[in-house]
């Protein structure tokens, strides 16, 4: 409880937004409603099941019963135990939080990157933070994790006070990897996915079992729905890993809504290089530099 405790008033005096994005700091400074209030349309929900991979129709809605496969999701719950968990937000806590957009605080451990520019600085990188090394050690024993190595970790700050969020996105996949990784503390929340691509999803009857045990006339698409009406809600437990990959991590966008952050959470993102700075890329040398300075765990934020 000491570890979530967190006076707003002083560590918000004011907030981190920018351009259309708000918190509720701003939002006391405005007359009208923010974006994210105004309706972007209509939302069919989906309900991912971990149990089969498999995003199902929300009870009592249109699409109920129906369901379309949603791989490359995994989630690992209490992926560490709730004294670990209290140790890493103890530590993360020692160390400065800057504001950043949306309600949230950060902290970043690795290389400055210019994103449009498609350039990086390695000055005053340290390396990941000493209290990651052993949850990285662990991340490699989980089949689809094996040779994660992540150059830069994320930490963001979340609070229902600050009105915290994250609108969608997708991460950039010039320097970072195929594999994102994310360790969800102090509270459960809500990943919401969707994707603003044409055309339609074919549904089947939502499946009891896992998609290698079923049988393709069983699965047969019999109705569809437009993508961009879509939204898939993860469940993120407390203390549970996600990782994304494959079209969830390059196909689907991301975010955490306001209205999922019912308490304080802190979440510490890991990723890993893309294959342009792993051996064999244009940029292998470099590369191979972040991922030294990376793993040698004595990091503090930049």
Request: proline share 7%.
């Amino acid at each position: 409880a000491a570890a979530a405790a967190v006076d707003v008033s002083e560590v918000l005096q004011q907030c981190g937004c920018k351009g259309i994005r708000t918190c509720l700091i701003c939002e006391q400074q405005r007359s009208s409603d923010p974006p994210w209030q105004h309706p972007l349309g209509k939302t069919h929900h989906f309900i991912y099941c971990s149990d089969t991979g498999w995003a199902v129709g929300a009870e009592e809605s249109d699409f109920e019963g129906w369901a379309f496969p949603f791989p490359g999701v995994m989630v690992i719950e209490d992926f560490v135990t709730r004294e670990e968990e209290a140790e890493m937000v103890h530590l993360m806590d020692r160390e400065p939080w800057k504001l950043s957009q949306s309600g949230r605080r950060k902290q970043d451990y690795g290389p400055k990157v210019n994103f449009r520019k498609q350039k990086l600085k390695t000055a005053g990188f340290q390396g990941l933070p000493s209290f990651s090394r052993e949850v990285v050690r662990r991340m490699g024993l989980y089949p689809g994790l094996e040779g994660f190595q992540p150059v830069e970790q994320c930490n963001l700050d979340y609070c229902p006070e600050w009105g915290s969020a994250i609108d969608p996105h997708l991460d950039d996949t010039w320097l970072w990897g195929e594999r994102l990784v994310s360790l969800n503390l102090l509270s459960p929340t809500v990943l919401s996915m969707c994707r603003k691509a044409p055309g339609s999803l074919l549904l089947c009857s939502a499946p009891s079992a896992a998609p290698e045990v079923l049988v393709d006339s069983v699965i047969a698409p019999s109705r569809s729905v437009l993508c961009q009406e879509v939204e898939v809600a993860i469940s993120l437990p407390r203390r549970s890993l996600l990782v994304l990959t494959g079209a969830a991590r390059h196909q689907w966008k991301h975010a955490i809504h306001r209205r999922h952050i019912k308490a304080r959470r802190v979440c510490a993102t890991f990723r890993e290089l893309s294959a342009e700075f792993c051996p064999g890329g244009r940029q292998q040398e470099l590369g191979h530099e972040l991922l030294q300075i990376a793993l040698s765990f004595q990091g503090r934020p930049v």
